[in-house]
């Protein structure tokens, strides 16, 4: 089992909630980039890979030679043949027919669009670039060239946002009938326009909402299996979920990630000097770390605890600080035990991070 995920950095316009690492597009640049991403990758010739994520950023910003010449490449270099999953991320505005054709021609199985809200004015408030209308276009274009595989990212509890409101927007939501919903309640991100001109949220009233979404969305078939994502039947991300067991990936691109030969790495979040850094041969990682048996385990648990069906075997807990946390956790119930399998317990999901900082030493 080996992913990949690619990172493309870059955006039209920046969104006022966003910290995720992009530049501004810039075409000139972008050619340089693909081209040393590819150059780089190239050290993992022949590596069999059975998911691709390209995130981003906004991958489909790129223009349809540029999309072309990324895809090729990674068919040149991975062995790709055990591909289950290849998931494409898209922006509503810069979708196309062209490219939708191009990104199945090459294999991609598998569509994640961002909607973010289904209100005009919410979207603008967002500093999102489409309306809910450029959406339904992009999305209806992405079934019409045979892709049923699509994830829609939304957020929720923004500021005026009330019960009713959401409620509304889970109900327009559920009418796309997509397979898989990723669901993120509006975080406040340091260096962000929200984070500088005070923009503050509801902890009460996203709890509110985040409940109520795991009853409509139940009720209408979809399968919490993560902390935010919600999936049809046989809809889980296969990559996503490999993430979440601890599994490990190939992170390419400036500002990726990666968890390859048991090192935990980062590369360098700025496109020229990730560009320069390649042509000259050096190293451009900005963290890199061994990952020992121990903390492995912690990983583990912290990352699997997450999938909220299958939870983490038991025999991770072995440590004895594991040990310790989880009988305690199985005490005040915030965790449960299934067969051998530890599961966060339903009603503590929305405080997730709380309850699994206790296994971090
Ligand atoms: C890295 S973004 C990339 C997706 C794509 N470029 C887009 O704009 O739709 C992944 C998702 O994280 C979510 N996200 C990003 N920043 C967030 C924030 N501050 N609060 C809540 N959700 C956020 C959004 O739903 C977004 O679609
Ligand atoms: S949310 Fe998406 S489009 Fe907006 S800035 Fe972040 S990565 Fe770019």
């Not at 975080?187 to 503050?200: D, K, V, Y």
């Not at 993560?226 to 400036?254: C, M, P, Q, T």
Request: hydrophobic share 35%; aromatic share 14%; with cysteine.
């Amino acid at each position: 089992m080996l992913g990949l995920y690619i990172h493309i950095p870059f955006c039209k316009q920046k969104c006022f909630y966003c910290n995720f690492f992009s530049e501004k597009y810039d075409t000139v640049l972008v050619d340089k980039y693909i081209d040393a991403l590819t150059d780089y990758a190239v050290q993992f010739k022949n590596k069999k890979i059975d998911s691709i994520y390209i995130g981003g950023g906004t991958p489909s910003v790129l223009s349809l030679k540029q999309i072309q010449k990324l895809l090729q490449a990674l068919n040149n270099i991975f062995s790709l043949s055990i591909m289950q999953e290849f998931t494409f991320e898209l922006n509503p505005e810069s979708t196309s027919e062209s490219k939708l054709k191009i990104l199945k021609n090459y294999g991609v199985n598998r569509l994640s669009i961002g909607l973010q809200s289904v209100e005009d004015k919410s979207l603008k408030f967002l500093g999102r670039i489409h309306g809910f209308k450029a959406f339904c276009t992009a999305y209806d274009m992405a079934l019409k060239e045979g892709f049923s595989n699509i994830n829609i990212d939304l957020i929720y509890g923004l500021p005026g946002q009330n019960m009713q409101d959401w409620e509304k927007a889970l109900e327009k939501v559920l009418l796309l009938n997509s397979q898989h919903l990723s669901l993120y309640p509006l975080s406040i991100e340091q260096s962000t326009s929200f984070f500088e001109t005070g923009i503050s949220t509801n902890d009460d009233i996203q709890r509110d909402m985040y409940d109520k979404t795991i009853e409509i969305l139940a009720e209408n078939g979809y399968n919490h299996y993560e902390v935010s994502n919600w999936a049809k039947r046989d809809g889980e991300s296969f990559h996503n979920s490999n993430y979440w067991r601890n599994f490990e990936y190939i992170g390419l691109g400036a500002g990726a990630a990666g968890y390859f030969e048991r090192r935990r790495y980062k590369n360098v979040a700025n496109v020229q000097r990730y560009i320069n850094l390649i042509k000259n041969n050096v190293d451009l990682k900005t963290e890199n770390e061994y990952i020992d048996d121990k903390l492995y385990k912690t990983e583990t648990i912290i990352l699997g605890l997450r999938l909220l069906n299958e939870g983490v075997n038991i025999d991770c807990f072995s440590a004895y600080k594991h040990y310790k946390t989880l009988s305690e956790c199985l005490k005040d119930k915030t965790l449960k035990k299934e067969n051998n399998k530890i599961k966060i317990a339903k009603k503590y999901v929305f405080v997730f991070n709380q309850i699994v900082s206790k296994f971090i030493d």
